[in-house]
């Protein structure tokens, strides 16, 4: 008997920094934050940055969107940042060496044959509202913990792998329900082939933009993936004043 899909390979080389810049949070121009960020260990701001981002997109996907296009807009324009930052922060070869070259992340799991079960809506919606949520968590940990000196490379991975995993969980969500008759093994098939459509859409983030996307541009509304984010919205503008709403609420200093 074949083995169902449920593990996925992030590569160590997956962005390419020729290609598309990587995000730089705004400059300050009050003299009490200019100097705030000057006493910080580098590197902080863009954790702080990436945890107010995680805030941000957590409220986004718990919007009571109405509109299917909006939800389906929704889902992948978080999963494809989050899969990014997950890279940058444990898969990146530069930044994380070993002898590995690929970081596991897991696939979910829409089948059973045995026990004739398939994933429902309401079951994976619930794993990537966990999944935020824990992403919201560990990042402001992380956030708190690096800017306190503290060694944070044990927490950065499990953050990145909850980042990965949130990802790949949001864009199964289209194959909840999957039906009966069709196999274990093709319906997590599916899921894999997802999952490489994904990461290929995350490598090319930054066509349009120039800047790779990334889970700390959320709470900048001036950021290029917020501006991307609000130029290719749906008309409906559910999409649009979701994230408006969440930056309002989460975004940078609030």
Do not use: C
């Not at 940055?49 to 909006?70: C, I, L, M």
């Not at 398939?118 to 994976?124: C, D, N, S």
């Amino acid at each position: 008997m074949t083995t169902s899909r449920r593990n996925f390979d992030l590569p160590t080389k997956h962005i390419n920094e020729t290609d598309g810049a990587n995000y730089v949070p705004p400059r300050a121009f009050e003299p009490q934050e200019i100097a705030r960020r000057q006493g910080q260990r580098p590197g902080t701001l863009l954790r702080e940055y990436q945890a107010s981002g995680a805030n941000v997109a957590k409220a986004v996907f718990d919007h009571p969107f109405t509109e299917p296009e909006d939800i389906t807009y929704v889902r992948r324009k978080l999963a494809i940042p989050l899969l990014n930052s997950a890279w940058y922060s444990f898969a990146d070869g530069t930044k994380t060496p070993d002898i590995f070259m690929r970081r596991t992340l897991k696939l979910p799991v829409l089948a059973d044959d045995n026990a004739e079960w398939r994933a429902t809506k309401e079951y994976l919606t619930g794993r990537a509202r966990q999944g935020l949520a824990d992403t919201a968590r560990l990042a402001s940990t992380l956030a708190l913990r690096y800017r306190q000196g503290y060694e944070t490379t044990r927490l950065e991975k499990n953050l990145g792998r909850t980042m990965g995993n949130t990802a790949l969980t949001l864009v199964s969500l289209e194959h909840a329900n999957a039906p009966l008759g069709m196999s274990e093994q093709d319906i997590q098939n599916v899921v894999l082939l997802d999952a490489s459509e994904l990461l290929e859409d995350a490598q090319t983030s930054y066509e349009g933009t120039g800047v790779h996307a990334s889970v700390a541009q959320f709470p900048d509304p001036y950021s290029p993936l917020s501006i991307d984010w609000r130029q290719n919205a749906p008309r409906s503008l559910e999409a649009y004043g979701a994230l408006a709403q969440a930056q309002s609420d989460f975004g940078y200093g609030k």
